[in-house]
């Protein structure tokens, strides 16, 4: 083994735009000699030397094996035996691409132009040296075109050394220079260049044209086209250009990504739960293309921080895992996703946890107003209580006063002011009866049942009771809560059948109260424990504090049915529950 760069070493120390112009002009005196003669494939052996010197393939620190060097003087052998105008003709369009891939990655104007003139002497060679060979016996080639092309590497060559004695920014020392090329544009550059030297042979065995003429047509055609799509590339007034469409297919990768995307951004305006956002925007994703199945999982928003998981479709195939913040999604695609697909599907699963966490943040700042609106209530209620209380002060010191002097006053003035002031109480009382979360003192459940029965009395309502109470201790505020509100809110609605049963067992108790009374709106139902929601009687407040309560004493507040005369709701222990993720 020897090290690659023993070498190079002594070369490297050569100005970088010297070995441009020295391949240029072995490359130019090969082409003179022809590759057949031994001259010519002596040139071009030196010319691919000094290619490997100017854009070397292998690092000058790393060691070249035995094994290596053998294959490249095997290589070298091979191309001087096979060595042919057409391979040269191949070995142009690799030149002309390296040397296009350079001008656009360049900065320097000066380097740009040097990389431009030799990519401009290339293709004189190839259209006045290489293919006019190609062509003897079969058309004519004027002997001016031939004398340009033999002439004109000398003046270029002499010019790139000029310009390119100032090296770009992005260039380090010698042993940092490496192939770096725009891709695209290399690309691009070789296309045009096969369209114009095919172009120029279809004209000629086609239409029967001369070579000059052939090939100026070629390059007209050429022209043309490329004039039009440069027009057509960017957005012109009532048309978005083919660059956006192009760049739109492009991140598709064959999918509606736009569309969904769009869709997405719809659906967001119109859906306020976050829950099922995400499972409709997932739905419309699991009917793409090559998508068996998809699995997602979010982070509870209430509660013990409980995964709730939702499956589509089957889970077969390849599979994906993506996350992002609270939201994981699991996708099951036929083929493995490419990396385009997958970097659309992180892109969509980053806007769906945006939009799920603005939904989330939204229905908190709601809940949180709700609650400010009752701390309000309860500021006005305090003031009114307060006023109260100075009435009572007042009539009390009126009463003690001119008690013993004139009774009949007094009687007057107290039936004047107690009927008022017991009605402004009872509204003050009906605002502040909501139990806080430190009141829950265990109760007997046999008394707590025997109280509910003695407090309402009303005949819609029957009372069912499944196994022994015995000494099971409840909190009674949490059950007077839950059943007070559920209770009034079917007696307001109408309901005429309700049920309240009570199940005791070891574990525990549980309690369901059913009435026969219209369901809930889906989208109400959603929310109805989660958000405080607004009615024509009040803020909505009463079930969302109350199964706020239920979560602070371990139990769950749940609407078990709901159906036309069937809506149930249930309060039960946690540990009774079991939770299917």
Not at 75 to 86: D, E, I, N, P
Not at 257 to 266: G, I, K, P, S, Y
Not at 295 to 300: G, K
């Amino acid at each position: 083994m020897f090290a690659f760069s023993r070498l190079t070493g002594r070369w490297r120390g050569l100005a970088h735009p010297a070995l441009l112009t020295l391949l240029l002009l072995l490359l130019h005196a090969a082409l003179l000699q022809g590759p057949l003669s031994l001259a010519g494939k002596a040139l071009l052996l030196g010319h691919f030397g000094v290619v490997l010197l100017w854009q070397p393939l292998v690092s000058g620190e790393r060691e070249v094996s035995r094994g290596g060097t053998l294959v490249l003087v095997l290589a070298l052998g091979a191309l001087g035996v096979f060595l042919s105008w057409g391979l040269l003709v191949l070995w142009g369009l690799v030149l002309i691409g390296i040397f296009g891939g350079k001008v656009f990655h360049h900065v320097s104007l000066r380097s740009r132009l040097g990389y431009w003139l030799a990519l401009i002497c290339v293709v004189v060679d190839l259209i006045g040296l290489v293919l006019p060979q190609m062509l003897l016996g079969v058309a004519a080639v004027p002997l001016a075109l031939t004398r340009f092309a033999a002439w004109f590497a000398l003046p270029a060559c002499g010019l790139i050394a000029l310009l390119g004695a100032e090296r770009s920014p992005s260039q380090g020392s010698s042993s940092e220079e490496t192939a770096e090329v725009d891709v695209v544009g290399a690309v691009v550059l070789v296309l045009v260049v096969m369209g114009v030297l095919l172009g120029s042979l279809a004209f000629m065995f086609v239409a029967g044209s001369d070579y000059l003429s052939a090939l100026l047509q070629a390059l007209g055609t050429m022209a043309l086209t490329l004039l039009s799509l440069g027009l057509a590339w960017g957005p012109r007034q009532g048309f978005a250009g083919l660059g956006l469409e192009v760049s739109r297919r492009l991140l598709g990768g064959g999918q509606a990504f736009e569309l969904w995307m769009r869709e997405v951004a719809d659906l967001a305006v119109r859906e306020e739960s976050p829950e099922r956002f995400v499972a409709t925007a997932l739905t419309r994703l699991a009917a793409w293309r090559g998508v068996r199945g998809l699995s997602w999982q979010v982070c509870a928003e209430e509660g013990n921080g409980e995964i709730r998981a939702q499956w589509l479709g089957r889970s077969t195939g390849y599979r994906a895992r993506l996350e992002h913040g609270a939201l994981q999604v699991d996708v099951f695609t036929s083929v493995a996703l490419t990396p385009t697909a997958a970097w659309q599907f992180d892109l969509m699963l980053r806007v769906l946890a945006e939009f799920h966490a603005a939904k989330q943040q939204a229905r908190r700042l709601q809940a949180l107003s709700f609650l400010r609106a009752v701390h309000e209530t309860g500021a006005r209620t305090t003031h009114e209580i307060k006023n109260l209380l100075q009435s009572l002060d007042m009539l009390c010191h009126a009463v003690l006063s001119d008690g013993g002097r004139d009774p009949v006053a007094v009687q007057r003035l107290l039936g004047e002011q107690l009927p008022a002031i017991r009605q402004r109480l009872s509204e003050a009382m009906q605002n502040i009866r909501q139990p806080r979360p430190d009141d829950l003192r265990p109760q007997a459940l046999r008394l707590w049942w025997a109280a509910l029965q003695a407090r309402h009395p009303d005949a819609r309502i029957r009372y069912e009771q499944d196994g022994e109470v015995g000494a099971t201790m409840v909190p009674a505020a949490l059950f007077d809560c839950v059943a007070d509100n559920l209770l009034r809110n079917a007696l307001d609605h109408q309901a005429s059948a309700i049920r309240v049963r009570l199940e005791a067992d070891p574990d525990g108790c549980s309690l369901s109260i059913t009435n026969n009374g219209d369901p809930i709106e889906e989208d109400r139902a959603a929310k109805l424990f989660v958000q405080p929601l607004a009615s024509d009687s009040g803020l909505g407040i009463g079930l969302y504090q109350a199964n706020r309560l239920a979560e602070s004493a371990g139990y769950r507040l749940t609407l078990d049915e709901n159906q036309a005369g069937a809506v149930s709701f249930g309060l039960r222990p946690k540990k009774s529950l079991v939770v299917q993720g």
